[in-house]
Nanobody, 123 residues
Framework: QVQLVESGGGSVQAGGSLRLSCVAS????????MAWFRQAAGKQREWVSS???????TYADSVKDRFTISRDNAKNTLYLQMNSLKPEDTAMYYC?????????????????WGQGTQVTVSS
């Protein structure tokens, strides 16, 4: 069983920055691919970014060059640095994993979710 707890959300103005964190339980975190998803009000949950156990990162086109995913395996912690935030980035952000080395690309791939942290960007 994997437990994920996010923090770091908040309200910022457009152009601002936030850093989200996700602490994972379990001894095998370092071997998992980890991901961030987000869900805006009235929309489907969408994939934002993934990072493999070796640190290889991928991003959705909508956040590329603005967001940076990283991980600290010694602390069982996943991060998402969000810069140049836009109002369309407003959403609940979720930490997620399949619980293995394969990276999730869609919600149906995910076996473990955090509770989410709200990000609100005002214009």
């Amino acid at each position: 069983q994997v437990q994920l707890v996010e923090s770091g959300g908040g309200s910022v103005q457009a152009g601002g920055s936030l850093r989200l964190s996700c602490v994972a339980s379990g001894h095998t975190y370092s071997s998992y691919c980890m991901a961030w998803f987000r869900q805006a009000a009235g929309k489907q949950r969408e994939w934002v970014s993934s990072i493999s156990s070796f640190g290889g990162a991928t991003y959705a086109d909508s956040v590329k060059d603005r967001f940076t995913i990283s991980r600290d395996n010694a602390k069982n912690t996943l991060y998402l640095q969000m810069n140049s935030l836009k109002p369309e980035d407003t959403a609940m952000y979720y930490c997620a994993t399949r619980g293995g080395g394969l990276c999730p690309a869609r919600s149906s791939d995910v076996n473990y979710w955090g509770q989410g942290t709200q990000v609100t960007v005002s214009s």
